[in-house]
């Protein structure tokens, strides 16, 4: 996390404060000093005065805690894994141990992951859910103990045991994607001639309250555009729960777009715009347009956005064929969530930029939100300038050229053989006969 230019208004800060509590401090202090470990080397039996002398030639090394990182899976999505990279980096340049754990995308084993790592000694833990509303009962011995749970990326739900929640602003994202699809299919000029665009929704699982958000932020722009027709749905699918697709499954989102293009654009309608929540959505969108025949059909590629900027959708955009992603960089995320917790444990108050609207069920979060960025046609190449992807992995995939068919080869007439001329012979002396 960066020191922002504009700091936090003192109010602000003063009634965080009061409802936060004046003990954050006091645990903090408490936290890290009651997790301090030291690691002695030399093991055996030993005399004192011999042990005495190997300290003094080789001092014991220190650490100022241990900090636990539990993840979902580093198999199903390599993010994961950069992320928990990023963090150890942090922690272990700041002279704390790490331990991480991926849960394979089960909530049971992050249940036992989270049960085992509270058996030792542990200054703060770092938790992407991988169901957030499963965790409650296993965080409450974290929450006896004074360890600080920070939620990354997910708020983890129902559970006073988590202190701070580090995410994107999924709410202003929202509106970032409402405002470009109100510039780029203007609009306000369709709302003046009285025309109108056909929208569909893909938006994300139910469960997490960043898809909400996210939702919310893309209706705050667009309802108008819907409440006097300029925008109309003809699944009229565009509520949240009509909409969200469940654990973000490409599959689910497949068939719901398919479902709508089957039941609803079978008849001449035209579909103009898909909004979606996730670039796997986008793709999905993409590619069932494609095998239905939709695209070869109008000539026209519907408006297709997404989020996330994972690299087959960067090349979609440079070809013109998806519309805009949303660039949540995840390094900055995961560094804005060491630099949080080891302000926590030094004794100090994390910054917050939100102490409002992430209610968990319990408790307000007190909740830093990383920025995104939009990306189209216009700066997709900026992903390469900050090192994000490299060329190579941008260059368009390669056209397979259309296989040649030969001409086919004239046959020659056959040749008549000695037998067959015997054969003509004898059927001219039948019929003189």
Avoid: H
Wanted: net charge negative; glycine share 6%.
């Amino acid at each position: 996390m960066k020191k922002r230019a504009a700091m936090l208004l003192v109010g602000l800060s003063f009634s965080f404060s009061l409802f936060a509590g004046c003990g954050g401090s006091k645990e903090a202090t408490e936290a890290a000093n009651e997790s301090e470990v030291t690691e002695k080397e030399g093991q055996g039996e030993e005399t004192q005065e011999e042990t005495n002398e190997e300290a003094k030639e080789e001092p014991a090394e220190e650490t100022k805690g241990k900090v636990g990182i539990l993840f979902p899976s580093e198999e199903t999505d390599e993010q994961w894994k950069a992320d928990a990279d990023i963090l150890q980096k942090e922690l272990n340049s700041n002279e704390y141990e790490v331990e991480v754990y991926f849960a394979d995308n089960d909530s049971a084993r992050q249940n036992e992951q989270i049960q085992e790592i509270l058996k030792s000694e542990v200054s703060a833990l770092v938790i992407a859910p991988v169901e957030p509303y499963g965790l409650a009962e296993s965080l409450m011995q974290a929450k006896e103990n004074s360890i600080p749970v920070f939620a990354y990326d997910t708020l983890i739900m129902d559970t006073d045991a988590v202190k701070y929640y580090v995410t994107f602003d999924m709410r202003k994202v929202g509106q970032m994607i409402g405002e470009k699809i109100v510039k780029d299919k203007e609009l306000d000029k369709a709302k003046e001639n009285k025309q109108s665009y056909n929208i569909e929704f893909l938006m994300g699982s139910p469960d997490e309250s960043r898809s909400l958000f996210l939702y919310n932020g893309i209706m705050e722009v667009l309802q108008s555009y819907f409440d006097d027709g300029t925008l109309v749905s003809q699944s009229q699918k565009t509520s949240f729960d009509d909409t969200a697709v469940m654990r973000w499954s490409e599959e689910t989102a497949k068939q719901k777009i398919e479902g709508i293009l089957d039941e609803y654009y079978q008849n001449g309608q035209k579909l103009d715009i898909v909004c979606t929540a996730s670039d796997k959505f986008a793709y999905a969108a993409f590619e069932s347009l494609t095998e239905k025949g939709v695209l070869t059909e109008t000539g026209e590629i519907p408006y297709l956005t997404g989020v996330g900027s994972e690299v087959d959708v960067i090349k979609k955009i440079a070809a013109e064929e998806v519309g805009f992603t949303m660039f949540l960089d995840r390094r900055t995320l995961a560094e804005d969530c060491a630099e949080m917790v080891l302000t926590y444990l030094s004794g100090d108050k994390p910054e917050v930029t939100d102490y409002e609207q992430y209610d968990n069920g319990k408790k307000i979060i007190g909740t830093y939100t990383s920025n995104a960025e939009l990306i189209d046609k216009d700066n997709y190449e900026m992903l390469i300038d900050n090192g994000y992807y490299t060329e190579e992995q941008l260059e368009p995939d390669p056209t397979e050229e259309p296989e040649v068919t030969e001409e086919p080869k004239v046959t020659e007439e056959p040749k008549a053989t000695e037998s067959s001329e015997t054969d003509k012979k004898r059927t001219l002396l039948n019929k003189v006969n």
